[in-house]
């Protein structure tokens, strides 16, 4: 029996065999697993009181180390989104709490975000959650196919990333 994305390409098979529709499959696939992904890391986020974005900058800030500082641009840099939406994520995060944001000893014009006490604990609580969807997600691939697909889908986003 043919899954959707199999019928789709057979469909285009037949109605327009003068072309190929064989890069449909591929992007077709990374499409539906890419919203699979998301649903499942959202459910595992929202135990947490948190969203995807909340936790990329919590996540984003305790990786980087003890005192878990960074400056807004470093955020930025580092979470590849706009600035304007590390200013709403942070804005959000640090009326929770879970953020402050301090002006620069060296620079007084700058600011500097830190994971507060509670934010550091709640992404400490929700990090092993959040790596046991991943491993969950992943849980049919060996860990050779892992790296492959990690490898094959690299090669996707850089040939992105020179359009």
Do not use: C
């Amino acid at each position: 029996m043919k899954d959707q994305i199999e019928q789709i390409l057979a469909q285009w098979t037949a109605e327009r065999p003068d072309l190929d529709a064989s890069p449909m499959a591929v992007v077709g696939r990374i499409s539906r697993v890419s919203r699979k992904v998301d649903t499942r890391l959202a459910a595992t986020f929202a135990s947490h009181g948190l969203d995807a974005a909340a936790f990329d900058v919590l996540a984003t800030l305790r990786r980087s180390g003890a005192p878990y500082t960074l400056s807004p641009s470093e955020l930025t840099a580092s979470t590849m989104v706009t600035s304007a939406a590390i200013a709403q994520r942070l804005n959000r995060l640090e009326e929770r709490g879970l953020v402050s944001r301090t002006k620069n000893t060296s620079d007084g014009r700058a600011k500097r975000v830190a994971l507060t006490a509670e934010g550091l604990a709640l992404v400490e609580r929700a990090l092993p959650d959040h790596l046991e969807t991943e491993e969950g997600i992943l849980g049919g691939l060996s860990p050779q196919e892992r790296d492959l697909l990690a490898g094959l889908l690299a090669r996707i986003e850089a040939t992105l990333d020179q359009q």
